[in-house]
């Protein structure tokens, strides 16, 4: 397993930004992508964003594209989320997740963390 942990979240107003941090206290070979991944109350878990350690690639989730950033510090093995113009609907608790696929799918994530709620007001 790969220990994840996520800091960052809180209460921020619509419109503002929040950036989420993601640290991994260790490295292994089943570990090529890290993905964000929300679920709100009464709602499935939703993919955010994924990036891969080795080259930075990225996908985005469509209802976050284009307000949403993610990166990586290989040196400091963890990976942000930069998370700007918030709407109300964002908000959930956000996970990041770590597996050996570049993948939109919750399920092709080995090891998570323990989620950190992001509430965006009106």
């Known amino acids: 397993q790969v220990p994840l942990v996520e800091s960052g979240g809180g209460l921020v107003q619509a419109e503002g930004s929040l950036r989420l941090s993601c640290t991994a206290s260790g490295r292994t070979f089943r570990s090529y992508a890290m993905g964000w991944f929300r679920q709100a109350p009464g709602k499935e878990r939703e993919f955010v964003a994924t990036i891969t350690w080795s080259d930075g690639l990225t996908s985005y989730g469509d209802s976050v594209k284009g307000r949403f950033t993610i990166s990586r510090d290989n040196a400091k093995n963890t990976v942000y989320l930069q998370m700007a113009s918030l709407k109300p609907e964002d908000t959930a608790v956000y996970y990041c997740?770590?597996?050996?696929?570049?993948?939109?799918?919750?399920?092709?994530?080995?090891?998570w963390g323990q989620g950190t709620q992001v509430t965006v007001s009106s």
């Open positions: 997740a770590t597996g050996p696929l570049f993948s939109r799918r919750a399920d092709m994530y080995n090891d």
